[in-house]
């Protein structure tokens, strides 16, 4: 085989378009390291054609030096600029991808809300803070002579059957069956003037349905002072009852609680008929919606207070049933059932 200039430059010059041509289709910068062997490598191609000079006359080994340089430099600058070319475009291609719209709405974070018995518990203090009762809290297992004996009901007392009680395995102690008992335990802690607010859970053994439960919530209120009287009471009620319920008519009916003498229920205008007379205030037209009374003087020396100069009321209720009269709700049920359909009701 003859070599010479000639024929050596002219396959440098195709295996320089060859290497530009597929250089320009490379389709990612792998492909790209494969063409940068192939051609510029040890034994890539253009090694190979340029082992072809040895056979050339000597004065013609510069020139197709020369054009070796410039076609490696050719091959190199190709190779560097389509790899620009394909490093932006797979950015770009990334960008497109990972693309945030800056523009759409957030997703909203869901917020919770106090379950109605808390809700109604704090509407409740928050009526009797403005007339300085504080808020206390009594345990849940209390022993019985707090919760019965020292309330005056007597163990053989006929009155004992109001509370179908829950023992616990520790002799003489109980779930308390109402907050009353916080009311000794008040007034054994404190010296009047007293103005408390217990609420707190209580327990007691009942079939359950829609307006009965074995576990359910009492706010007590108790005050004891010199001169207090069932005026008093009948004042702070009605304030009570316009800040839940608007302004309605209330009235006093007797009632029985063996640790108020004498006892009172506490009845509102029917919120649902407005005292016309309706199916939920059996058409009677009032709803009752807490007992009290003024304190028993006995009640009062087992609070260590002296009944010749103290006077005291007190009064309970049934959160539930303030919760039910406030938000419509037809079944006590619900409170304790955790649904999710029901609590969101509540924002
Ligand atoms: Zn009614």
């Known amino acids: 085989m003859s ?45 190979a054609v340029l082992r072809g000079i040895g056979a050339l006359p000597a004065e013609d080994r510069p020139r197709v030096g020369a054009v070796a340089n410039e076609i ?14 394909l490093r932006s475009v797979v950015q770009a291609q990334r960008l497109a991808a990972e693309s945030v719209d800056v523009t759409l709405p957030g997703r909203t974070v869901p917020r919770g809300t106090l379950h109605p018995i808390p809700e109604t518990i704090a509407a409740i203090a928050e009526v009797f803070g403005q007339f300085g009762f504080v808020v206390y809290e009594g345990p849940e297992v209390e022993d019985d002579l707090t919760n019965f004996q020292m309330l005056n009901i007597a163990p053989d007392h006929p009155a004992r059957d109001l509370w179908d009680t829950l023992y616990v395995d520790i002799p003489g102690h109980l779930l308390r069956t109402h ?55 009948k004042g702070l009620l009605d304030e009570f009852a316009h800040a839940l319920f608007g302004p309605r008519k209330t009235r006093f009916r007797p009632g029985y609680y063996p640790f108020t003498e004498p006892s009172v229920a506490f009845d509102v205008e029917c919120v649902v008929c407005g005292g016309v007379g309706c199916p939920a205030c059996s058409k009677t037209g009032w709803m009752t919606i807490l007992g009290a009374g003024m304190v028993h003087p006995v009640v009062l020396q087992y609070g260590g207070i002296d009944p010749e100069r103290y006077q005291g009321f007190a009064f309970g209720m049934g959160v539930e049933r303030i919760s039910n009269l406030r938000h419509a709700v037809p079944d006590l049920r619900y409170y304790l059932e955790n649904d999710l359909r029901f609590l969101e009701q509540f924002r």
């Open 72 to 85: 490696g430099e050719a091959v190199k600058t190709a190779l560097s600029e389509r790899g620009l070319e």
């Open 179 to 233: 907050t009353s008992p916080g009311q000794i335990r008040v007034m054994q802690s404190t010296k009047p003037p007293i103005r408390a607010l217990l609420p707190g859970r209580c327990f007691r053994y009942e079939a359950v349905d829609a307006s009965h439960g074995f576990e359910f919530f009492q706010v007590e209120g108790l005050m004891v002072d010199e001169g207090t009287s069932m005026a008093d009471l």
């Open 3 to 47: 070599v010479d200039f000639e024929s050596l430059s002219g396959d440098l010059h195709r295996l320089k378009d060859l290497a530009l041509a597929e250089i320009a289709k490379a389709a990612d910068p792998a492909a790209l390291d494969q063409l940068q062997i192939q051609y510029l490598g040890k034994k890539g191609d253009l090694t």
